[in-house]
C-alpha cells in the first residue's frame, strides 16, 4: 500500500464512525481504545468489534496534539538477560537519547494485566522483538493508539499497521544449513529453545522455518527426528540429543537456533564421544561473546545489531511523528566460519 494510500484509508474511518457502529458514546470507544476507564465486558467488545470491522487506526498526530507525549519508549524482549538483546538495546538506546527519548527493557509477560499495564502507562511507542508474544496483545497496543515497531522473529501477516523490520533471521537460518551440506553434512539437528513456560518453535517462527526450507530444498530427510524441542532446561537438551542419537539417528551436524544451545550439543556429543568437527559439524546464532572462546570455536551468524537497533528507533520516531506506515526495512545476516564447523 503506497503512504497516500494509507493515509487516506487512514483518515477514512474516525472515533465517531467507530461509536456509531458500536452503538455508544465516542468517549466509550476512547476508554477502550487507551484502556484508562473501566468499561462493561458487552460494550468493550462490540467497540472491538466496530475497530475491526472498519479497519480504525487513530491517528498519531491527534495522539501527540492531545499532549500525551511521554518521550519515554519500551523494548519488549522474551528475555532481558539475553546477550543479544542487551547488545541491541544499548544500540536502541543511543539512538532514542539522541531523538530526545529514554527507552526501557522490559521482559515479555503473555497476559492481559501485562499488556494493560503498557497502555496504561501512556508509551510514545514500543518495540517488540518475541517470539511469543500473542498477536492479539500486539493488536490491542495498535488499536490504543501506540505506534508499534516488530523486529521480525516470527511471521506477522495478520498483523496491521505495525512498523516492520526484517532481521534476516530466515535467511540467516537457511545459510548455516547450506554451511553445514558444503561441509558433507546430510543428518542435522536443529535445537530448539528452552522454554519453562511451554513457548516452542513452530512455522510460524523465522529460524525454525529457514532450517526446515533449507532442508527440503538441499533434498535431505527432514521429519521430527530432526528437530530436538519441549526442552525446560539445559539437562533435557543434553538428553534428548544423546538419545535420539542412541536410538539410531546418524547425526552429522547440529544447528543452534542460538550459540548457546549449540554449546550445549557441542557438550552432549562429547559425552558420546564424538570429536568437533571430526564426528559432528556444529554452527550457532547471533555471534556471541560465547562463541569465540568455545574449543573448537564456534561457528555462527552475526545479526547487524547496530543498524537494527538504528532502525528501530527511526521508524518508530516517524510513526510516533507522522500519520505514515513505514515501508519494512530488511537487513541480512552474515555467516562466521570458526572451527566448529
Known amino acids: 500500500m503506497s503512504e497516500n494510500n494509507f493515509e487516506n484509508n487512514f483518515k477514512r474511518v474516525t472515533r465517531a464512525d467507530v461509536a456509531k457502529l458500536a452503538g455508544v458514546s465516542e468517549t466509550v470507544v476512547s476508554y477502550v481504545i487507551n484502556n484508562n476507564r473501566y468499561v462493561s465486558e458487552d460494550k468493550r467488545k462490540r467497540v472491538e468489534e466496530a475497530i475491526k470491522q472498519l479497519n480504525y487506526r487513530p491517528n498519531y498526530i491527534a495522539r501527540a496534539l492531545k499532549g500525551k507525549s511521554s518521550n519515554h519508549i519500551i523494548f519488549i524482549a522474551d528475555q532481558i538477560t539475553n546477550e543479544h538483546f542487551s547488545q541491541l538495546i544499548s544500540q536502541m538506546d543511543e539512538y532514542a537519547y539522541n531523538n530526545g527519548y529514554l527507552i526501557s527493557l522490559c521482559q515479555n509477560r503473555n497476559t492481559e494485566e501485562f499488556v494493560s499495564h503498557i497502555i496504561s502507562r501512556q508509551y510514545d511507542g514500543i518495540i517488540i522483538s518475541s517470539t511469543s508474544f500473542p498477536e492479539a496483545y500486539i493488536k490491542r497496543f495498535i488499536s490504543s493508539n501506540i505506534p508499534v515497531v516488530l523486529l521480525k522473529n516470527r511471521d506477522y501477516t495478520d498483523v496491521d499497521g505495525a ?156 510513526m510516533i511523528n507522522e500519520a505514515t506506515l513505514p515501508e519494512q526495512l530488511n537487513f541480512t545476516t552474515k555467516l562466521i566460519v570458526r572451527e566448529s564447523s
Open 163 to 318: 512498523g516492520l523490520i526484517n532481521t534476516g533471521l530466515y535467511e540467516g537460518a537457511r545459510q548455516c544449513v547450506r554451511h553445514l551440506v558444503e561441509r558433507g553434512r546430510k543428518h542435522i539437528l536443529y535445537l530448539d529453545r528452552i522454554s519453562a513456560q511451554g513457548r516452542f518453535s513452530d512455522e510460524s517462527d523465522l529460524r525454525y522455518r529457514g532450517f526446515a526450507d533449507q532442508m527440503k530444498d538441499c533434498n535431505l530427510d527432514f521429519s521430527e527426528k530432526n528437530i530436538i524441542t519441549g526442552c525446560s532446561d539445559e539437562s533435557q537438551v543434553i538428553e534428548k540429543i544423546k538419545d535420539r542419537i542412541n536410538q539410531g539417528f546418524p547425526v552429522d551436524g547440529i544447528f543452534g537456533r542460538n550459540d548457546r544451545l549449540a554449546v550445549i550439543g557441542m557438550h552432549a556429543v562429547r559425552q558420546l564421544g564424538y570429536k568437533i568437527p571430526e564426528d559432528i559439524s556444529v554452527i550457532g546464532f547471533d555471534n556471541s561473546s560465547l562463541s569465540k572462546y568455545t574449543n573448537p570455536s564456534l561457528s555462527t551468524v552475526e545479526i547487524p545489531r547496530k543498524e537494527i537497533g538504528k532502525a528501530a528507533v527511526q521508524m518508530l520516531h516517524q
